[in-house]
């Protein structure tokens, strides 16, 4: 079997009932299923609400037991989350700016010819988390050598190796971005930090408390969803020599794969709601207080919206998915996810003939009755060159 075939392992639930249950720390969850489902869920934020008392319970698993700090717009509700999202859609839009392209394309390119220039490449720390930690410098504009000590705390900030959550591993992080919040305040400069220092939501000067929810949600939301987002498309390309051939001579259709492949490959899961309301969804009773998760991965290979949906389609012309979610919570960080795949194919095309696999050991997330590959724990390749 191709390294690259990601099962689909909602279809059957999808099909019959459109949601199922699964206990989430005994505290259950009912993952919404179908794509017009899910999409009309994540936009009712009245009846299934991201804010809510308790901070960390949306997220699936729950981070309730690790974290007290509200991430920020990622767990508020209109209209502060608009007002939030205002301030912040402008630094998150400048990976569209030529100069932010230039200097991407010069860290996605160094790691390329590396790989080519090696017999083997481990993809998952020894390229994917590199190139994430490396690219995060540019977001928040603070020098590249932060990205050596970001690429030591592994692939995910909040969990062991055991995919366990690990409160001592999350306060590394919480440590971290006190510390530099408290540098930004000593000497202001023109990262991230100090912006939102600098800057007011609704006539209020930004707290410290929030300045740390916006950056918790950064460094995390974006971290092992890119690094398997890059990993399943140099997954994908080991067993499509083919597709590489195409985008060479067919570059114009490098958005559109860029879509698919975030589609097919969903590098996150899902992601909750608390219900605020005693209501239904998909005909089956949701009570105030309870969970449902928008299972994005489920949506995604919907039949009934998307012809052949357990293949990639690099020019699909359709593509409505939701791997970057839906809604007013569309993930912030899309922009510059976008031109980290971009700029990774084109790079791949360019410099890369083929990429042949030497081992695997694939990253399976238990939900239960689904077990759903997400990407993998290793992999390693060599890049063979133009």
């Known amino acids: 079997m191709k390294i690259s075939n990601f099962p689909d392992p909602f279809e059957q639930v999808r099909e019959s009932d459109g949601v199922s249950t699964i206990d989430d720390q005994n505290d259950p969850v009912t993952m919404v299923m179908g794509l017009k489902n899910v999409r009309k869920c994540a936009h009712n934020w009245k009846a299934f609400q991201s804010g809510g008392e308790e901070v960390g319970r949306i997220v699936v698993p729950s981070e309730v037991s690790i974290r007290d700090t509200r991430q920020i717009p990622f767990e508020v509700d209109p209209p502060e989350h608009g007002d939030f999202r205002k301030l912040l859609e402008p630094w998150f839009k400048r990976p569209l700016e030529a100069e932010y392209q230039q200097k991407l394309k010069a860290i996605i390119d160094e790691l390329v010819d590396e790989a080519v220039n090696s017999t083997s490449t481990e993809v998952v720390e020894g390229f994917a988390l590199k190139l994430q930690s490396r690219a995060l410098t540019l977001l928040l504009n603070t020098p590249y050598e932060n990205s050596n000590l970001w690429i030591?705390?592994?692939?995910?900030?909040?969990?062991?190796?055991?995919?366990?959550?690990?409160?001592?591993?999350?306060?590394?992080?919480?440590?971290?971005?006190?510390?530099?919040?408290?540098?930004?305040?000593?000497?202001?400069?023109?990262?991230?930090?100090?912006?939102?220092?600098?800057?007011?939501?609704?006539?209020?000067?930004?707290?410290?408390?929030?300045?740390?929810?916006?950056?918790?949600?950064?460094f995390a939301g974006g971290r092992d969803t890119v690094i398997n987002a890059v990993t399943n498309t140099i997954a994908y390309f080991s067993d499509h020599a083919d597709s590489l051939q195409r985008l060479r001579e067919e570059p114009?259709?490098?958005?559109?794969?860029?879509?698919?492949?975030?589609?097919?490959?969903?590098?996150?899961?899902?992601?909750?709601?608390?219900?605020?309301?005693?209501?239904?969804?998909?005909?089956?009773?949701?009570?105030?207080?309870?969970?449902?998760?928008?299972?994005?991965?489920?949506?995604?290979?919907?039949?009934?919206?998307?012809?052949?949906?357990?293949?990639?389609?690099?020019?699909?012309?359709?593509?409505?998915?939701?791997?970057?979610?839906?809604?007013?919570?569309?993930?912030?960080?899309?922009?510059?996810?976008?031109?980290?795949?971009?700029?990774?194919?084109?790079?791949?095309?360019?410099k890369v003939s083929a990429i042949n696999v030497i081992d695997s050991e694939e990253n399976i997330e238990d939900l239960e009755k689904f077990q759903r590959k997400v990407g993998f724990h290793s992999l390693n390749v060599s890049f063979n060159g133009q």
């Open 152 to 218: 030591e705390w592994g692939t995910h900030v909040f969990r062991t190796e055991g995919e366990a959550l690990d409160k001592d591993k999350a306060n590394i992080l919480y440590d971290y971005i006190d510390q530099q919040i408290d540098n930004a305040i000593a000497k202001p400069g023109d990262d991230l930090y100090s912006m939102l220092l600098n800057s007011e939501v609704n006539g209020k000067k930004m707290s410290k408390e929030e300045v740390k929810g916006v950056m918790i949600l950064t």
């Open 252 to 350: 114009e259709i490098t958005g559109k794969a860029v879509e698919e492949l975030v589609r097919y490959f969903s590098p996150l899961t899902h992601m909750g709601r608390v219900v605020t309301e005693d209501t239904q969804v998909c005909e089956h009773a949701a009570k105030a207080d309870s969970r449902i998760s928008l299972c994005w991965a489920s949506a995604n290979r919907d039949a009934n919206v998307f012809e052949k949906p357990n293949e990639v389609v690099l020019d699909r012309k359709l593509n409505p998915h939701v791997g970057f979610g839906f809604s007013h919570h569309n993930c912030l960080g899309a922009t510059h996810a976008r031109q980290i795949l971009s700029i990774l194919i084109t790079s791949l095309a360019e």
